[in-house]
């Protein structure tokens, strides 16, 4: 099934590789569940879905809360009449300044289907400034947010660093990360940043608390691009590689096609 939300970086055409990689277990923890592709497309008893963005989070929380009557609130906004730039940036603004749960998860809702490509963009106050995207007919995901809702009825939602989540597993749980990509040309300089903010420090953190999950008996699974530096982190994991088709821009200017990496870490049994 796909996501209801469009999101930067959704893995829904790669969920059938990824899933194949997750061992069976008792909960399938995402610590950067974004759009929660994989999630939606896995059969675990349970899930604990997570992101660090906290409007993301509100929208999941509201519909697992609401179902239905929720749904419907969202469908008011899928209007011919809302989707004009002039009535996007009231509703931007609305947004932006917005204290009800409810109303403001449905207008995220609005704003990822009305908003250019998707994105989910803020400012340096925190503020969502994604421009108007001039989509002819934007698509309400009704059977998408049935489904999720569904799906996810007793999944546990939180909004916080990915290292809580990593660090809190059990044994017999097994994670699955997808964090912003590393850059792709870049050596092992430390103080680079890429988009989001998740800079080198950032994907070595996150390597280094999976191999203390796994140490702990889960497995831990990371999605990134091919590089140098991301081979070099992920050393102690089993690396598969594989073509995508997508074509990622490089250096603003130059295009080409990347391979994606599916890094497996392990669980380590007590008696070894
Ligand atoms: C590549 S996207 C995940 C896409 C997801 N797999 C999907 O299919 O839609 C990366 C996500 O990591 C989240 N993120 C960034 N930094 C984070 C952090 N420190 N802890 C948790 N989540 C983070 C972003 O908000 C973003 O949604």
């Keep these: 099934m796909r996501p209801f939300l469009k999101w930067a970086g959704g893995k829904y055409r790669l969920t059938k590789r990824i899933n194949e990689k997750l061992p069976p277990g008792n909960r399938l ?4 569940a974004g759009s ?14 997570n992101d660090i963005n906290p409007d993301l989070i509100n929208l999941y929380q509201t519909l ?8 419907e609130v969202c469908r008011q906004y899928f209007i011919p009449a ?13 947004f932006n300044r ?3 749960p409810v109303i403001k998860a ?7 289907r009305h908003g250019y490509n998707g994105l989910s963009r803020y400012n340096q106050k925190g503020h969502f400034n994604v421009p108007f995207g001039r989509f002819k007919k934007p698509y309400f995901p009704e059977t ?17 660093d990915f290292e809580e989540i990593i660090l809190s597993a059990q044994p017999g749980d097994v994670i699955y990360c997808d964090p912003p990509y590393a850059p792709i040309n870049q050596t092992s300089n430390f103080t680079s940043y890429s988009a989001g903010g998740f800079n080198q420090a950032e994907q070595l953190r996150l390597a280094n608390v999976a191999a203390i999950a796994a140490s702990k008996g889960v497995t831990v699974v990371i999605s990134n691009h091919y590089s140098n530096f991301v081979m070099e982190i992920y050393s102690q994991a089993n690396i598969e590689t594989f073509p995508v088709r997508r074509l990622i821009s490089c250096n603003g200017e130059r295009r080409r096609q990347v391979d994606e990496v599916l890094a497996v870490f392990e669980p380590l049994s007590h008696d070894n």
Excluded at 29 to 32: A, I, Q, R, T, Y
């Design 144 to 160: 998408e947010l049935h489904y999720f809702y569904k799906k996810f009825r007793h999944a546990q939602f939180t909004a916080v």
């Design 29 to 32: 923890l995402e610590p950067f």
């Design 106 to 112: 449905a207008l995220f809702l609005y704003l990822n």
């Design 98 to 100: 917005e204290t009800d």
């Design 36 to 49: 929660c592709a994989v999630s939606l497309n896995a059969d675990y008893p349970d899930y604990w879905l």
């Design 82 to 94: 809302n989707n004009t730039p002039e009535k996007y940036y009231e509703l931007r603004d609305r």
């Design 64 to 71: 697992q809360q609401h179902g239905w009557p929720f749904i």
